[in-house]
């Protein structure tokens, strides 16, 4: 394709994508299609002479578009929002455009620096501790990672060699194969399935303790099991607190889970994937009490802060203690430059060799939203859950499960869990909206997530219709169900009455009794015994 070319082609696609965010209420949030259905449309194999863009765009169309469950859609409810803005997605076009890997300085300057200033921006926008900047000169500083559960495998394993080396050096009789297989890490078990996959990917069990009534892990919680462990000769390693958990949005108490992990030297590691943007605004700044004394920090800028997927933001207390732990070298790679300055190599603080341009649609992003613009996108998540709070505070059918957590509000039909269950199935079936659904303590219960690009006051009113109307259908076909039950249960009732009377009725020269047991007869379907 030549240039000219790539300029209708990427022009008719922008369009596409501006018709397609603009009109995309008309859609159902869930797609109409069945498993197959896109294999069985394509061809089998790829096409052996070029077509044309236009027909390939129309094929998006046609065939592409009706498969997609729409996360942009301001009526997607479920899990938590994937980030989506325009100018992100210039970024990424621009990103893509330049298509560099920026593994060193050298491999691309820009890719590197533009890194170290977003995350900058970033770290002082949440005012986070100063030690997370690289402008402090110190060990500390942040990096994009691809997402949140390669932030935590990161930060797991660091830990587990960082424990390695310290015990190897306290206690030198003991070999390296006998430490590691002493190794064991915590979590609550209301943390995200990705703490648990890290921990089995790096081979460092986790234990996932278990939250108290409100869904928080304490420090409490945290010592004795420790205390356990440390009593069977284990070397307790990373601790990974959650500030804003995927099931109800609850938060960890870093302060006494830092008072712990400081005493024995547990490494502490935050995942705040979606809360995070929470520590953009000053009426919460409460929660960044403790985060002064964490190792490391993961934000997934790609849920709530208008980024497109995949942007994890991750701060490291020490960065040393990553790139001592992951630093394998070529000759190929080094450089003059190598050393030379404190801007970090990238390439140790993450897990592939290449790296995609990704502070280039944060660049963009924040500049053409400012922190303002920011500040004031987190706040109307908030303010649209809000909303939907008071909706379900104002019907007595329903009752909320947790506190609402910034843009996640959890709630359930008073009552046995199966009405909360078939409720959110016919919802789902309906495809009008999108929640998903979890459970704590014995409770099943619908989370419902304020997403999309652009969600407004309507939206939230939209689902709330949606859901009282399946309500009130659900409950009207099981009262409907009741009384069909409840007649049947009292005409057999009486078909015993009627029986029961005939064998008692000796005396049935009175006309009316005769009259009225035949009746009682026909009605109930009894035959008739001649006496
Ligand atoms: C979404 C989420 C994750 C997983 O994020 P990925 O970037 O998809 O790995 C982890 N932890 C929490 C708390 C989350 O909300």
């Given at each position: ?22 009109n ?46 729409h ?10 929002p ?70 935590v ?91 804003g ?40 700044a ?31 207390r ?11 070298d ?69 009752e ?14 008073r ?46 009113d ?70």
């Amino acid at each position: 394709m030549d240039a000219e070319t790539f300029r209708e082609f990427g022009k008719a696609a922008v369009d596409f994508i501006a018709d397609y965010m603009e009109n995309i209420r008309d859609c159902d949030v869930l797609p109409s299609v069945s498993p197959g259905y896109l294999i069985d449309l394509l061809p089998n194999e790829l096409p052996e002479k070029p077509q044309q863009w236009k027909d390939v765009l129309e094929d998006v169309n046609k065939f592409i578009k009706p498969g997609l469950t729409h996360w942009q859609s301001p009526n997607f409810h479920a899990f938590y929002p994937t980030g989506c803005s325009y100018p992100s997605i210039v970024g990424e076009m621009l990103s893509t455009g330049f298509s560099v890997i920026g593994f060193n300085w050298l491999a691309s300057p820009a890719c590197t620096e533009l890194e170290v200033v977003v995350m900058d921006w970033l770290a002082k926008f949440f005012k986070l501790p100063a030690h997370f900047l690289h402008s402090t000169k110190g060990p500390g500083g942040g990096v994009i990672q691809g997402s949140a559960s390669e932030a935590v495998l990161v930060a797991v394993m660091a830990a587990r060699e960082q424990a390695v080396r310290r015990i190897k050096a306290e206690q030198p009789k003991l070999s390296e194969g006998e430490i590691r297989a002493r190794l064991i890490a915590y979590s609550s078990d209301q943390s995200n399935s990705c703490i648990e996959k890290a921990g089995v990917l790096a081979t460092l069990p986790i234990r996932l303790l278990p939250a108290d009534k409100n869904q928080v892990l304490s420090g409490a919680q945290l010592a004795k099991a420790v205390k356990e462990d440390l009593a069977k000769g284990l070397i307790p390693t990373i601790c990974i607190a959650t500030m804003g958990a995927t099931a109800t949005c609850a938060h960890d108490d870093i302060e006494t889970l830092a008072d712990v992990c400081e005493k024995h030297q547990i490494w502490l590691h935050v995942d705040a994937a979606y809360a995070g943007a929470l520590l953009a605004l000053d009426e919460y700044a409460h929660l960044r009490r403790g985060l002064d004394r964490v190792d490391s920090l993961n934000y997934n800028l790609h849920k709530s802060l208008l980024i497109n997927f995949d942007c994890t933001a991750m701060w490291l207390r020490d960065a040393n203690e990553i790139v001592q732990s992951f630093n394998v070298d070529r000759i190929y790679l080094q450089n003059k430059y190598e050393g030379q300055s404190d801007i970090p190599e990238f390439r140790h603080w993450q897990i592939p060799l290449g790296r995609r341009f990704r502070a280039l649609k944060v660049w963009v992003t924040f500049r053409i939203y400012g922190a303002e613009g920011l500040r004031s996108h987190v706040r109307n998540q908030i303010r649209l859950a809000e909303r939907f709070e008071q909706h379900v505070l104002g019907d007595h059918r329903f009752e909320l499960v947790a506190k609402r957590g910034m843009g996640l509000v959890c709630f359930r039909v008073r009552g046995e869990n199966k009405l909360t269950v078939d409720l959110l199935q016919r919802i789902t079936e309906r495809k009008k909206i999108f929640m998903v659904q979890a459970n704590f303590g014995g409770k099943s219960f619908i989370r419902f997530a304020v997403c999309g690009m652009q969600p407004k006051e309507a939206d939230v009113d939209f689902a709330w219709q949606e859901i009282t109307t399946q309500l009130n259908k659900l409950k009207s076909e099981l009262a409907t169900d009741e009384e069909d039950e409840l007649s049947t249960r009292n005409k057999a009732k009486l078909r015993k009455v009627v029986i029961c009377a005939d064998k008692h009725i000796k005396d049935d020269s009175d006309a009316i009794s005769q009259q009225l047991i035949s009746g009682l007869h026909k009605s109930f379907g009894v035959e008739q015994k001649a006496k």
